[in-house]
């Protein structure tokens, strides 16, 4: 079996649409997240998307199936909050480690699936991504405007709950740690620390590491305030398998962001916009063909090695995508000159 290093030599790769915008499909109620298990649970739980790979396993594979017929290579598990720090809105921190396990089974059931089914055969390999979210705290701003010093967290708080979502996305079976939408950079730092801890301390093969920021808005840049570049040359010590953006904008506000990154990266680039921007009621309207459009330019000039889409994309946008782009050959990667000025 090729490994997604392999892969990505011979053609683009195309990573999976949106988990959330596929669990609001199903009109889940407050006793579809709670299950048997956690009917007595003392607060709400609605919402708590990561718990459903406890609740109701099988909607999470069957995303995952939709999102793999529709011609994904890479799903990514439904781990997005799945820590203990975000999971302290529902007072559910003791379900870190069960909950990234179980949703990384979940993610691996329907590759297997799949990949034994009439539609998988012969369609190639196929990777669970272990995704780990920016956690709901950040370690560069402060929550508080009367005191620009406090922070609601610390960094070795942060490491601590990612070292614990890495501990149970490992012995889940994923092939490949997302470190996505990265919003706050040293938040990031604190999850590449956490991983290389992780492969340290167990002495296991290390997995490789995939990382995707979010442009927040015109200017270019992080939340936190980083351009692009310096987002980069952040975390290029980690070595990552590739490097890209994804959410908060639309493929059209994306596209210099993208271009900008492919000349900088000496790693494979990823891309996964929204489906457009949202809406006045905060809904996506852009349609699958559209998205489509975007990331056939983007494969067409070179930009890119993996793609597919963010909030508000559905199978039918990673359908059109994988068809559009399949013609293409990846971005090559460049030689990057390290120089001191």
Not at 139 to 162: C, H, K, M, W
Not at 203 to 224: N, Q, V
């Amino acid at each position: 079996m090729k490994t997604i290093a392999q892969c990505l030599k011979e053609r683009i790769l195309i990573i999976d649409g949106a988990m959330g915008t596929m669990i609001q499909r199903h009109k889940l109620t407050e006793a579809d997240y709670r299950g048997e298990r956690f009917k007595d649970w003392p607060s709400d739980l609605k919402g708590n998307n990561d718990l459903l790979s406890l609740t109701q396993p099988h909607i999470i594979e069957g995303i995952h199936l939709q999102y793999l017929e529709a011609g994904a290579d890479i799903v990514e598990t439904n781990t997005f909050n799945a820590q203990v720090i975000s999971l302290a809105d529902y007072n559910m921190q003791a379900l870190a480690y069960e909950l990234n396990v179980a949703a990384a089974q979940c993610a691996r059931k329907a590759v297997n699936n799949f990949l034994a089914s009439p539609n998988g055969k012969g369609t190639g390999e196929k990777f669970v991504a272990g995704a780990i979210g920016p956690l709901n705290k950040t370690l560069s701003l402060s929550p508080d405007v009367n005191n620009p010093g406090f922070r609601a967290i610390t960094f070795d708080e942060a490491v601590q709950a990612y070292y614990e979502q890495v501990t149970g996305l490992v012995d889940g079976g994923v092939d490949v740690l997302l470190i996505e939408t990265i919003f706050d950079t040293l938040n990031a730092k604190a999850a590449i620390y956490a991983i290389k801890k992780y492969f340290r301390d167990t002495a296991k093969e290390a997995l490789p590491i995939m990382i995707s920021g979010t442009i927040t808005d015109a200017s270019g840049r992080t939340l936190s305030g980083q351009t692009l570049e310096a987002f980069y040359i952040s975390v290029k010590h980690a070595k990552p398998l590739s490097i890209g953006l994804n959410c908060a904008l639309g493929a059209a506000e994306m596209r210099s962001h993208i271009e900008e990154l492919s000349q900088i990266a000496a790693c494979y680039t990823s891309a996964y916009p929204n489906a457009g921007l949202p809406n006045t009621m905060g809904e996506y309207d852009e349609q699958p063909e559209e998205t489509a459009h975007f990331l056939e330019d983007w494969a067409q000039e070179g930009f890119v090695n993996i793609v597919g889409g963010c909030c508000g994309t559905t199978p039918d946008h990673i359908r059109h995508i994988a068809q559009k782009v399949k013609q293409f050959t990846p971005r090559a990667l460049p030689v990057v000159e390290e120089a001191l000025i």
